[in-house]
């Protein structure tokens, strides 16, 4: 694994690696890489998803995130309608499936990225 990975390429890697690891500490530095790149792939593809956009109207904006499953409802602003259609892009992706496999893996053996509250 190198620092120089695209985030897909470095999701790809990590689940690959988590497949075989059960001791928490590992899966946590795993799963705390994973989020950074995962962070790092929706920036990309938000950023991606405003160009491709910017020269859409309103209404065509709204034809094609109906069309990619993230409908733009009512209340939404330009903005909100295109991150929506950015997240249902990158949700659907490998890289996205990826972490969501590691995610997993490390929640089965008691890992997360969220400390516990003592009450």
Do not use: K
Request: net charge negative; hydrophobic share 45%; aromatic share 6%.
């Amino acid at each position: 694994m190198t620092l120089e990975m695209n985030p897909t390429a470095l999701l790809l890697d990590l689940a690959d690696q988590a497949r075989s690891v059960s001791q928490p500490d590992t899966l946590h530095d795993l799963l705390s890489a994973g989020h950074r790149a995962w962070c790092e792939g929706v920036a990309d593809v938000q950023a991606g998803a405003v160009r491709e956009t910017a020269p859409l109207s309103d209404s065509e904006l709204g034809e094609r995130c109906a069309a990619a499953g993230a409908p733009w409802e009512e209340g939404m602003t330009r903005g909100d309608a295109i991150s929506a259609l950015a997240f249902v892009t990158w949700d659907a992706t490998p890289a996205a499936m990826a972490y969501t496999e590691l995610e997993e893996r490390a929640a089965r053996f008691g890992v997360c990225l969220l400390g516990e509250e003592v009450l």
